[in-house]
């Protein structure tokens, strides 16, 4: 089993910067790629960004060029940097990683930006 836990949300103006971790727990040598989702008010959770093992990238045009994703496989964290953020990045952001036979998710981190 894998225990993902998040952190480093909160209240933010916009155009700030938050760089919320994920640290992950337990059983990480099954760990294969990572990814965060983030669901906004009243919305379905997506995927915003994604992470293979060896540290190749991808992003939901909607973040690309603001949040950056990297991890530290030595700490088992991944973190998400979030840039020039705006109103409509408000939400709750989900941790996700991928293991050999399941997926695991994070209890999710709240992400306020105030105009």
């Known amino acids: 089993q894998v225990q993902l836990v998040e952190s480093g949300g909160g209240l933010v103006q916009a155009g700030g910067p938050l760089r919320p971790p994920c640290a992950a727990r337990g059983s990480t040598s099954s760990i294969n790629a990572m990814a965060w989702y983030r669901r906004a008010p009243g919305k379905q959770r997506n995927l915003v960004a994604h992470?293979?093992?060896?540290?190749?990238?991808t992003y939901v045009d909607s973040v690309k060029g603001r949040f950056t994703t990297s991890r530290d496989n030595a700490k088992n964290t991944v973190y998400l940097q979030l840039n020039t953020l705006k109103p409509e990045d408000t939400a709750v952001y989900y941790c996700?990683?991928?293991?050999?036979?399941?997926?695991?998710w994070g209890q999710g981190t709240q992400v306020t930006v105030s105009t």
């Open positions: 996700n990683a991928q293991g050999d036979l399941q997926h695991y």
């Open positions: 992470i293979t093992s060896g540290g190749s990238t």
